[in-house]
């Protein structure tokens, strides 16, 4: 993805649960249209099944994982593209790009299940830029921008007609799972330790590192960091707190382990992060 066409398409890949990405997050907005196949879908605190016909769509910095089954691998398509690809216009319409990320972030629901027309709809503008994207014809790379603009218009017509609650963690999991996260979720600002979660959970320490690893693509101690310093990414940057508040606000103790997780996860400092 280059500064100039911030976009990429990946085109109707097929995922083994070897071959998928470990837990991940990054700067930029991700649409995961899915084809055929099952799996898990591991997005932020939540959990959901992967069924052909679902759209995952995941806000910036946001932790994610897709678990495909090994039996049945899921085959997607998946579009990734920052926010300068979506221009913030004033048009008289009370309506914007970005709106559904964040309605999604705010409800906790990632996940779009689509039937019939809605399904073909979004095959067939999905498939148009990958035409645009091979046939590099005059203004393809508008044209992408603009069919990727008719996706998300779509996508957020079909999300405020058939809102519906959060899925719950599936049966497949543990059903401790979802409590831990859940409880994580609104505490992990505070001092969190394996004894004490593994506890909360009534099942030994061995047991709830090798599922909860196995479950968020991450150990405990990453996990917990993660969330902290996407916490103080979004403090740095609608806040003026001092940073050494800011830190603690997050759950670390120290500066120096402050700022080293800090620059470990987001390749930059602090300081540096905020002045960007």
């Given at each position: 993805?280059?500064?100039?066409?911030?976009?990429q398409?990946?085109?109707?890949?097929?995922?083994?649960?070897?071959?998928?990405?470990?837990?991940?997050?990054?700067?930029?907005?991700?649409?995961?249209?899915?084809?055929?196949?099952?799996?898990?879908?591991?997005?932020?605190?939540s959990?959901y099944?992967?069924?052909?016909?679902?759209?995952?769509?995941?806000?910036?910095?946001?932790?994610?994982?897709?678990?495909?089954?090994?039996?049945?691998?899921?085959?997607?398509?998946?579009?990734?593209?920052?926010?300068?690809?979506?221009?913030?216009?004033?048009?008289?319409?009370?309506?914007?790009?970005?709106?559904?990320?964040?309605?999604?972030?705010?409800?906790?629901?990632?996940?779009?299940?689509?039937?019939g027309?809605?399904?073909?709809?979004?095959?067939?503008?999905?498939?148009?830029?990958?035409?645009?994207?091979?046939?590099?014809?005059?203004?393809?790379?508008?044209?992408?921008m603009?069919?990727?603009?008719?996706?998300?218009?779509?996508?957020?017509?079909?999300?405020?007609?058939?809102?519906?609650e959060?899925?719950?963690?599936?049966?497949?999991?543990s059903?401790?799972?979802?409590?831990?996260?859940?409880?994580?979720?609104l505490?992990?600002?505070?001092?969190l330790?394996?004894?004490?979660?593994?506890?909360?959970?009534?099942?030994?320490?061995?047991?709830?590192?090798?599922?909860?690893?196995?479950?968020?693509?991450?150990?405990?101690?990453?996990?917990?960091?993660?969330?902290?310093?996407?916490?103080?990414?979004?403090?740095?940057?609608?806040?003026?707190?001092?940073?050494?508040?800011?830190?603690?606000?997050?759950?670390?103790?120290?500066?120096?382990?402050?700022?080293?997780?800090?620059?470990?996860?987001?390749?930059?400092?602090p300081?540096?992060?905020?002045?960007?």
């Open positions: 993805m280059s500064e100039q066409f911030p976009f398409l990946v085109f109707k890949d097929t995922k083994s649960p070897q071959s998928e990405l470990p837990d991940h997050l990054h700067d930029w907005y991700e649409i995961v249209y899915v084809y055929s196949g099952n799996g898990m879908f591991f997005i932020d605190s959990f099944e992967m069924m052909p016909g679902d759209v995952f769509l995941i806000p910036r910095n946001t932790i994610h994982r897709a678990m495909p089954q090994r039996s049945e691998p899921v085959t997607s398509s998946i579009l990734y593209f920052s926010s300068a690809i979506l221009p913030d216009l004033s048009l008289g319409d009370a309506f914007s790009l970005t709106a559904i990320f964040e309605q999604l972030r705010s409800s906790k629901q990632f996940r779009l299940s689509l039937e027309t809605d399904q073909e709809h979004i095959q067939m503008l999905i498939e148009d830029i990958r035409q645009e994207l091979e046939e590099v014809q005059q203004g393809s790379r508008y044209a992408v603009l069919t990727l603009h008719r996706i998300i218009v779509a996508l957020s017509r079909i999300q405020s007609s058939t809102y519906r959060p899925s719950s963690l599936t049966s497949t999991s059903t401790w799972m979802k409590e831990i996260v859940s409880y994580i979720e505490n992990f600002h505070s001092s330790t394996l004894s004490f979660l593994s506890q909360k959970a009534h099942v030994s320490p061995e047991h709830f590192s090798r599922v909860f690893k196995q479950m968020t693509g991450m150990p405990l101690t990453d996990y917990l960091h993660t969330k902290r310093i996407l916490k103080a990414k979004r403090l740095l940057k609608d806040t003026n707190l001092a940073i050494e508040v800011l830190a603690e606000q997050c759950g670390f103790q120290s500066m120096p382990h402050f700022h080293r997780i800090f620059k470990k996860i987001t390749g930059k400092t300081a540096v992060y905020r002045r960007r």
